[in-house]
Structures are given as C-alpha cells and as structure tokens.
C-alpha cells in the first residue's frame, strides 16, 4: 500500500512533441505529489507537485494531471526540447507525517533533436 | 546559496569493509535525509532528522548501518560490514524544518555518492 507505480520506464520522443509519464498509487492518505527530475550524476530535484485538491497544475511547459477516484497522476511535458531528456521520479508522500517521499522507479526519457 | 555538499562522491569497498559517507545541508535547514538510490529505481529512505533528533529510520538496516548527526548541522552515514547489495547511491537532503501540518517544504538533494561493494 506504500508503493507508487510508475510507467513507462523509458520514453523516447521527437523534439517538440508531448512527453507523458504516468503514476499510480493505493494509500488514499497521500495527499502531496511531487515530480522530480535527475540528471545524471546529481541528485534529484523538484519539478513541480500538486495536492489533491485540484486536477491539474501546470507551469510552463510541464503539466501534472491528478485523478483522485483513480488514483493516478501523470506529469505531460509539452514540446519537448534535448535538454528535457533526463529520469524522471513520481513521489507520494503525506503532509501530517514525516514528509517520507515514496519513490516510483522512474522513467528515463530521451528527447531526439 | 550553495547546496548540499557530499563527500566522497565515489567509493569502492570490499564486501565487509566499512565505509561513512558525509553530508552538509544547506544552511538553516533543520530537517535532513538520508536515501538508498539502487540503480533502475527511485529514492529511497532511510533515516530522517530533525536537528539532532531521528524522526524516521523504519527503513534503516540498523544491523549494520548508523548515522548520527551532531550539534544538528553536518551528518555521517555509516556502513558496517558492507554487503554487496549495498552498491547503490547514496543521496543526502535537506530542508527546511515543518511549522503546520499544511505546509510542504521543498527536499534539496545533493549530487550523491556512488558506492561500489565488489
């Protein structure tokens, strides 16, 4: 019930075109979920997160889509440059605990100029 | 600002050797973490502090890890005796400590070090 499934493991798009990772999760007490973006040799950073209050959440080209009754969210990037090419990480995590993030396994996206 | 700092950034080890990894956080940052990163998956965590105190360490194999962090600033992870699934990354963060219940504070990780137990 901890765990926050992630697909697909890796991506490849064209520049310019959408990238769309996809999440879900069980435990109905999680109520932050954050994006992360790592790329290699360092450490995991914030992308954007959302709680589960609204649907939808977007800054600049990156949109998170959250779909409460399903338990699912995705994170939709738009127009994809090389430089968005990187592992992306879900995260689940409940705001009246610890702030323990549970990881999903990432998704390696490669963006072709 | 400067980020999080950790040292080594690579380590090489037998099996049942020991090794301590060292992590700075950024400045006033109250809340540290400690994370396993296996290669092919995410984060994840083994031991929470707050200030000197531990907040979480249900993950942390206390067998054979320990981490301490005195005076409530500067960490050490350490591993004793190293088995070879402990080959993995290493991550440190940090943030700023909760004031509500409400409010989320943003985990600053730093580059990691990579360990290699042969």
């Known amino acids: 019930q901890q765990q926050v499934k992630q697909s697909p493991q890796s991506l490849i798009v064209q520049k310019g075109g959408i990238s769309i990772i996809n999440c879900a999760y069980e435990?109905?007490?999680?109520?932050?979920f954050p994006w992360y973006q790592q790329f290699p040799g360092k450490g995991p950073a914030l992308l954007i997160a959302?709680?589960?209050?609204?649907s939808e959440k977007k800054e600049g080209r990156f949109t998170i889509s959250f779909n409460k009754s399903a338990k699912q969210f995705s994170l939709h990037i738009m127009d994809s440059q090389p430089g968005d090419s990187a592992t992306y990480f879900c995260?689940?995590?409940?705001?009246?605990?610890?702030?323990?993030?549970?990881f999903g396994s990432g998704t390696r996206l490669l963006v072709r100029p | 600002e400067a980020g999080v700092a950790q040292s080594p950034r690579y380590k090489i080890i037998e099996k049942r050797q020991s090794v301590a990894f060292w992590c700075n956080p950024i400045?006033?940052?109250?809340?540290l973490y400690w994370y396993q990163q296996i290669l092919g998956q995410g984060p994840k965590l083994l031991i929470q502090?707050?200030?000197?105190?531990?907040?979480?360490d249900s993950q942390l194999p206390k067998d054979r890890f320990s981490a301490e962090r005195l005076k409530g600033v500067d960490s050490t992870l350490k591993i004793q005796p190293a088995k070879l699934e402990d080959s993995a990354v290493y991550l440190c963060?940090?943030?700023?400590?909760?004031?509500?219940?409400?409010?989320?504070?943003?985990?600053?990780f730093g580059p990691g070090t990579r360990l290699t137990v042969t």
């Open positions: 963060a940090s943030s700023l400590a909760r004031d509500s219940l409400s409010t989320y504070y943003e985990q600053y």
């Open positions: 400045s006033g940052h109250a809340t």
């Open positions: 502090f707050q200030n000197n105190g531990v907040v979480d």
């Open positions: 959302i709680r589960p209050d609204v």
């Open positions: 435990n109905t007490a999680f109520d932050y």
């Open positions: 995260a689940a995590s409940r705001m009246d605990s610890s702030y323990k993030l549970i």
